[in-house]
């Protein structure tokens, strides 16, 4: 079965930096899309950063310049490098995987596996 585990959300202060881990296992990871969003209370879920097995990445506009993702197909892993974090990215960030070989999509009913979410606070 596989699954999807974020780890290294926490409280931050404005202006820190966070990196989001999500580890997976039961994937032929490497021809997966993977990406993450986020969810705040009351709001949908939300698109932020997305790469593809060849590792184009695409980013939401409302991130780009401060948060990058990246992959290690080697240990089956994703990351999301937060920088210069703001009030409005607290959320719970979640860790999703896409089956369709290089695709870029950034809506979330392409992604077949998510995991948990991992809970990140920002406060001034």
């Known amino acids: 079965q596989p699954q999807l585990v974020e780890s290294g959300g926490g409280s931050v202060q404005v202006g820190d930096s966070r990196t989001l881990v999500c580890t997976t296992s039961g994937l032929i990871f490497h021809f997966y899309t993977m990406a993450w969003f986020r969810q705040a209370p009351g709001q949908e879920r939300q698109f932020v950063a997305g790469i593809t097995s060849k590792f184009i990445t695409f980013i939401n506009d409302s991130v780009k310049g401060r948060f990058a993702i990246s992959r290690d197909n080697n240990r089956h892993t994703a990351y999301l490098q937060m920088n210069n974090l703001k009030p409005d990215d607290t959320a719970v960030y979640y860790c999703?995987?896409?089956?369709?070989?290089?695709?870029?999509?950034?809506?979330?009913?392409?992604?077949?596996?998510w995991g948990q979410g991992t809970q990140v606070t920002v406060s001034s």
């Open positions: 999703a995987a896409n089956p369709k070989i290089d695709s870029s999509s950034k809506n979330a009913t392409d992604y077949s596996r």
